[in-house]
């Protein structure tokens, strides 16, 4: 059974940091998997945040984080992380981390696996 489960979301200010964990269990193959970083606001789309591909760590950012936020991968422990800096307002959402095989190429379709979310609230 495959279980895809984030954490480390929470109230923050703005200007400030906070840092999500990925964790994965029961994917046969966990290289050559794109892990991928979705968040969601109220009344809003999903939409991709950040990704980054288990075989050679390429990553991809959406530009409204670029220079923000950095996801990493502590393939040993099937971990993502994602750094989020400088923080704003409207950073605002619930955060979600999936999974899809293959390389990423900032493609944001297909995922397979996801997680539950985290709540991520920047006050200004």
């Known amino acids: 059974q495959v279980q895809v489960v984030e954490s480390g979301g929470g109230s923050v200010q703005a200007g400030g940091s906070l840092r999500l964990s990925c964790a994965s269990s029961?994917?046969?193959?966990?290289?050559?998997?794109?892990m991928g970083w979705f968040r969601q606001a109220p009344g809003k789309e999903r939409e991709g945040v950040a990704q980054?591909?288990?075989?050679?760590?390429?990553?991809y950012y959406t530009e409204s984080v670029k220079g923000r936020f950095t996801i990493s991968q502590d393939n040993a422990k099937n971990t993502v992380y994602l750094q989020m800096s400088s923080l704003k307002p409207e950073d605002t959402a619930v955060y979600y981390c999936?999974?899809?095989?293959?390389?990423?190429?900032?493609?944001?379709?297909?995922?397979?696996?996801w997680g539950q979310g985290t709540q991520v609230t920047v006050s200004s």
């Open positions: 980054i591909y288990s075989g050679v760590s390429s990553t």
């Open positions: 999936a999974t899809r095989t293959g390389i990423c190429g900032g493609r944001w379709d297909g995922f397979d696996y």
């Open positions: 029961g994917l046969i193959y966990y290289s050559g998997r794109c």
